[in-house]
């Protein structure tokens, strides 16, 4: 049973800054992109960000590029969101996916449980 552990929200002013963490197996991780999405209240869940398993290219939504930074520590089986000049309107529940594949074939995509994260003064 693949098992996504998140950890590192909490409740920061505006402008403030978090680290978010997703550690899984090494069988996971050596495997799976890994993606961080965020589900506001009320709103669907959306993509944050992404780091490809190969050669770590990474993706940004607009809406957190120059402020968010994905990267991943193959050591730690565990990857990163560094959130920086956070806003209001990073508010949410965020979530970490792991897309995996074994070879080129695809076996799924699992979510961790998520964590909160809250922006307000």
């Known amino acids: 049973q693949v098992q996504l552990v998140e950890s590192g929200g909490g409740l920061v002013q505006p402008g403030g800054s978090l680290r978010l963490s997703c550690a899984t197996s090494?069988?996971?991780?050596?495997?799976?992109?890994m993606s961080w999405y965020r589900q506001a209240p009320g709103k669907v869940r959306e993509s944050v960000s992404r780091?490809?398993?190969?050669?770590?290219?990474?993706t940004y939504a607009d809406s957190v590029k120059g402020r968010f930074t994905i990267s991943r520590d193959d050591g730690r089986n565990t990857v990163y969101l560094q959130m920086n000049s956070l806003k209001p309107e990073d508010t949410g529940v965020y979530y970490c996916?792991?897309?995996?594949?074994?070879?080129?074939?695809?076996?799924?995509?699992?979510w961790g449980q998520g964590t909160q994260v809250t922006v307000s003064s």
């Open positions: 996916k792991a897309t995996t594949f074994v070879g080129t074939t695809f076996v799924g995509d699992y």
């Open positions: 090494e069988f996971t991780f050596s495997r799976s992109a």
């Open positions: 780091i490809g398993s190969i050669d770590g290219t990474t």
